[in-house]
């Protein structure tokens, strides 16, 4: 509970029944106090409370007359318990059928007062649940008529029944806008819309108020009556609000003769491609600006944008990971301000990513080329710079990339290729050794035999030979 009142003549009682309170357990914000019935009557109707506890005898006005004013003059009812002396026993009995929920006699037991705090606090949680799911289920009704285009059927007709009672009885005037982030007057209807939109809807005599409590942009509805016009207040408001989200200033309904955009989103998409970001940019701040003016529709304006992002979505997949959709919906960001400088910086940012990715599958493409040169040239005098120079590539960069694809540096691919055709002639050849070097690829004996063995532990003679006695006794076991 948020406020309790204690309304006791006495002081030292007041005082004894406000420490008790304050040590129930039971969460409130204030306790206040009051001296007699007027008084108490007199807070109850300027605060909201939310417990009264009341003493039946007092000066001016007792408690009797305070609950019984209670009933008639206030528009909410507080909880109500009633301190008695014994004496006092059938007024309060007469307090309890008068709305009170429960009396304590004096002296008050502090184990008494607890319980029964905790009971009132029970009920209130109770009470403020069923109303919290009342309002819910109204303002869900709400948005569900105000979603929906057509006013017709049976269905229709029963929520009008259910829920037309308590809808403005007279006219009123719809806005859609943000978040407001200030608390609305209780004849302020607020109903969530699409995206960030909300939808507000006031008396037409409260209209000029809440225009001020709104953020831009902001679209407003022309003065309608009935819950059968809401779906066309939202309709008017929202298409207002779309106009303001291009303007930056508040709209109204108008009629609109729209021309179509002078750009695709295949056009968009293909300048991406080019890593030209700035004209795709240009290009879509200057439809925002013929959408300002009027002249083209926010709609389609908006699917633009959607079908620009779809094109990227599928020309560079692997590319969108961080964007998350994020650039999808035009009408899930504030402005068009706001949109188009986000997506101008992330639009740079792809291009660096498509950029980088062409440099990479062109690199790789140039070393797949290099690799299949020297898979065919190893037998004739070949050196790094000769091979990086013919794929068009920095000596440094041709290194390192060479060693990124092959797994080993140049030399000892190089190498590896050579020793491999040397194994394969000596085992196919009679040939001398010195021939199958050069055949090989080395132009130096004695660099071709040192080099041999250290990559396979033979000498090539050596290795020969074990290769024609492996053949020998594998003929032998057949």
């Not at 021309?259 to 940019?281: C, F, R, Y």
């Amino acid at each position: 509970m948020n406020t309790v009142l204690i309304a006791e003549d006495e002081k030292i009682l007041r005082a004894g029944l406000r420490t008790m309170v304050s040590r129930s357990g039971v969460p409130y914000t204030e306790i206040l106090e009051a001296r007699d019935g007027q008084e108490a009557l007199e807070i109850l109707k300027v605060r909201q409370v939310d417990l009264l506890i009341t003493d039946i005898r007092m000066p001016k006005m007792d408690g009797i007359e305070l609950v019984s004013r209670i009933r008639d003059e206030l528009d909410y009812s507080p909880a109500v318990l009633v301190v008695s002396g014994y004496d006092d026993f059938s007024y309060a009995v007469e307090m309890l059928r008068n709305g009170a929920q429960d009396y304590l006699l004096k002296p008050v037991e502090r184990e008494r007062l607890y319980n029964a705090i905790r009971k009132v606090e029970e009920q209130i949680v109770e009470r403020n649940a069923e109303k919290e799911a009342r309002e819910r289920e109204y303002l869900d009704t709400l948005r569900q008529l105000m979603m929906e285009p057509d006013a017709k059927g049976d269905e229709w007709r029963e929520r009008l029944a259910r829920y037309g009672g308590d809808f403005f009885s007279g006219p009123y005037v719809g806005f859609c806008s943000g978040e407001a982030g200030v608390v609305m007057p209780d004849s302020v209807l607020k109903i969530r819309a699409v995206g960030s939109v909300v939808f507000y809807a006031s008396p037409e005599s409260g209209a000029n108020s809440l225009e001020g409590k709104l953020t831009l942009p902001i679209g407003k509805s022309r003065v309608h009556r009935g819950l059968e016009a809401l779906h066309l207040a939202y309709r008017e408001a929202l298409e207002a609000w779309k106009v303001s989200f291009f303007t930056g200033d508040l709209r109204m309904p108008r009629e609109s003769s729209y021309k179509p955009l002078n750009v695709t989103a295949e056009q968009l998409a293909g300048l991406i491609g080019l890593s030209k970001w700035q004209d795709a940019s240009r290009l879509l701040r200057s439809e925002s600006v013929r959408v300002a003016h009027g002249e083209a529709d926010p709609e389609e304006y908006a699917r633009l944008c959607g079908r620009f992002m779809e094109q990227l979505e599928k020309t560079y997949p692997e590319l969108m990971v961080d964007s998350n959709g994020k650039f999808d919906d035009l009408w899930s960001f504030d402005t068009i301000n706001r949109y188009l400088r986000e997506l101008e910086k992330w639009l740079e940012e792809l291009c660096v990513r498509t950029s980088a990715a062409f440099s990479d599958f062109e690199n790789r493409q140039k070393i797949r080329q290099a690799v299949q040169y020297v898979q065919a040239h190893f037998r004739e005098p070949l050196n790094m710079a000769e091979v990086s120079n013919r794929v068009s590539m920095n000596y440094s960069l041709f290194s390192t990339l060479f060693k990124q694809y092959t797994g080993v540096n140049f030399v000892s691919y190089l190498q590896n290729l050579r020793i491999e055709e040397t194994k394969r002639l000596l085992e196919t050849t009679d040939w001398r050794v010195s021939e199958i070097g050069r055949r090989s690829g080395f132009t130096d004996d004695k660099h071709f035999l040192k080099t041999f063995k250290s990559v396979t532990g033979f000498s090539p003679t050596e290795y020969r030979k074990s290769r024609l006695l492996l053949e020998r006794k594998d003929g032998e076991d057949g």
